[in-house]
């Protein structure tokens, strides 16, 4: 027999059906979990008597070709699942499966193979557990918003006549990356203009059809929608677009159409200083913004998240070029702003340049936890809200009306000096404790203590 016919006819002896293969696995994996109460030694047994006819070789999965589907249907559903959970991170994944009460060590694909083996295939029920485990500040499924101060009041009229020839017209604004101009039009006193950014994503691969050796490009068309708006007597612009890429091409190509510049300036506050502390400009912006969401009528800010530093530009000139130094650096965990790690950073001049927290929002009785995230980068603010579990006409709300709240604190910034010596105050106490405290009251609603303190932000 000849080696190739050998070779397909050993490889047939263990092909397996995708039923039995998928029972097979479950049966596995309720034993390692625990789930049989075997011994250990019983448990590994029987794992590898289960197995054994499975792993002695490569398994190929096979199944006929329907006619109208390429791919069998459970199989389609059950990697539709496995791809969906794979967007989790490996520690969110981990969270997940202890959750659940099932094992939750191994790497990426083992968790995802365990916990679709687990869940099964019902979309509806796995996409709710991915918004719910999702780190705020890496889901994809969010509203975005870009907001740029131009140092000037907008004159919406001005601004259309500025811009009214370059419709159908675009701007290259990167590598193979062009920001193009569709519609600008008029909303009464405000203008806006509608536009994408096509980019595309460009790869050496071997040609197919060629001699061995000969390469070519595999290109990849990305084209993102993108809204810009001129708010009559604002001096911000606003971008709204799904990513942080797009809005800022788009934001330097209507900039450079109309002749501005972004403000010298962001956010011209004092700096407040105690004896011993101090807080940089921006990190006392950022702060009083999320100090605002704490007011807000229909919001309760729950966990802060994550926190990003970055190094003040105006040190860059005091550190040699083969001094060490770190650029940024970013905490993760829960309450992260309450910690006593966090008030060093911020009490010694740090520069607080984002904060992701979430937002407990209660609309016709229910309450809706939705992530969000405030940014400082590059002269813009960027503002995110994820659409948690809740329709997305809830989070549109939201998204507007934090976007309201940063541009009116871009407009009119405003250092509420008692307010800020007391929070300053706080984070002097707090980060002269070795643990964190039992209670994160850091943006407690005023008046709030104890147990409202609690059920605020452990919701």
Known sequence: MPNHERKRASSARHQVRPDEFDSTLERFLQIMSGDDANSAETARRAAAAALSGLFEQEIQIVAPLDPTVTIETAEREREIAKAALGGLKVDELARLSADLGIRNRGSRAELVNRLVAFLGTNEQELAELIVRYADPDSSARRLTSRLIPVGESLDAAEWAARLADYEQTYFRTGIAEWFIVRDADTHGPDFSIDGSLLSYEVEAEPLQAAARGAYGFRTDQRQQDVVIWVRNGEPTLRIHARGEHESRAAGRAVQFAARVGPAEKLFPVSRPDLTDARLAPATTWLLQVVRAAVLHPRVLVGNVG?????????????????????????????????????????????????????????????EFELPCRIAIENKSVLVATGLGRTSPDVAATLHRELEDLVAN???????????????????????????????????????????????MVTT
């Open 409 to 455: 604190a871009i407009e009119a910034p405003a250092l509420n000096v008692a307010e800020t010596h007391d929070l300053l105050g706080k984070l002097l106490d707090r980060r002269l404790l070795a643990d964190a405290p039992a209670i994160a009251d850091l943006f407690a609603r005023p008046g709030a203590s104890g147990a409202a303190q609690v059920a």
């Open 306 to 366: 994550a926190v990003t530093f970055e190094r003040e530009r105006s040190s860059a000139a005091h550190v040699g070029a083969e001094t060490p130094q770190i650029e940024s650096s970013r905490f993760k965990g829960r309450h992260v702003l309450d910690t006593p790690q966090i008030a060093r950073y911020l009490t010694t001049g740090q520069v607080l340049s984002a904060i992701a927290f979430s937002c407990i929002v209660v609309d016709n009785g229910q």
